[in-house]
T-cell receptor, first 115, second 111 residues
Framework: GAVVSQHPSRVICKSGTSVKIECRSLDFQATTMFWYRQFPKQSLMLMATSNEGSKATYEQGVEKDKFLINHASLTLSTLTVTSAHPEDSSFYIC???????????FGPGTRLLVL | TQLLEQSPQFLSIQEGENLTVYCNSSSVFSSLQWYRQEPGEGPVLLVTVVTGGEVKKLKRLTFQFGDARKDSSLHITAAQPGDTGLYLCAGISTSYGKLTFGQGTILTVHP
């Protein structure tokens, strides 16, 4: 089956630094990818839709200058958390739908801890 | 904005008991999916239901999609400790796959 990978799996950084998270579709092309944020024992909250070759679409309340998304190729989307603060600590998950199918594959997630 | 109300939020039961998780919305979805997620991992798709009134079975798990495609349920028979996890329903409302997630149900099955 289709596989989506994320890198890194976990990252610890100091407050004020920027962190980049990669999401890759390993054996299929994804013109669209989704980025979610998840707090402990809670559901996934959609942050933005990453579109290959165009600007990302952000959900209401998500700061586009804070969470930079780049979908530079059909297999790679990146989420950069700029000037990270402790409240940005969370589990970030990406997903990619397979074109023409309603199946969506999720990455294993990235645990971000900002000290 | 489409919303999915999932209940209960927490469920703690003994091994061997049955349980049902509900997912309700005032909106119609083209299809609805159920996922299971373990701590520190991404969600794993269990099933997709597409047709109103559809019933799908996956071993001890039974999934139903409401006739009007606004609600769904997950029933687990004879729960086992290995069923412990976060269960999520998600509705698909557009052709390019944007998901709307319910709040999730944390299931704990005690041996």
């Amino acid at each position: 089956g289709a596989v989506v990978s994320q890198h890194p799996s976990r990252v610890i950084c100091k407050s004020g630094t920027s962190v980049k998270i990669e999401c890759r579709s390993l054996d299929f092309q994804a013109t669209t990818m989704f980025w979610y944020r998840q707090f402990p024992k809670q559901s996934l909250m959609l942050m933005a839709t990453s579109n290959e070759g165009s600007k990302a679409t952000y959900e209401q309340g998500v700061e586009k200058d804070k969470f930079l998304i780049n979908h530079a190729s059909l297999t790679l989307s990146t989420l950069t958390v700029t000037s990270a603060h402790p409240e940005d600590s969370s589990f970030y998950i990406c997903s990619a739908p397979v074109t023409g199918r309603e199946t969506q594959y999720f990455g294993p997630g990235t645990r971000l801890l900002v000290l | 904005t489409q919303l999915l109300e999932q209940s209960p939020q927490f469920l703690s039961i003994q091994e061997g008991e049955n349980l049902t998780v509900y997912c309700n919305s005032s909106s119609v979805f083209s299809s609805l999916q159920w996922y299971r997620q373990e701590p520190g991992e991404g969600p794993v798709l269990l099933v997709t239901v597409v047709t109103g009134g559809e019933v799908k079975k996956l071993k001890r798990l039974t999934f139903q999609f409401g006739d009007a495609r606004k609600d769904s349920s997950l029933h687990i028979t004879a729960a086992q400790p290995g069923d412990t996890g976060l269960y999520l329903c998600a509705g698909i409302s557009t052709s390019y796959g944007k998901l709307t997630f319910g709040q999730g149900t944390i299931l704990t099955v005690h041996p």
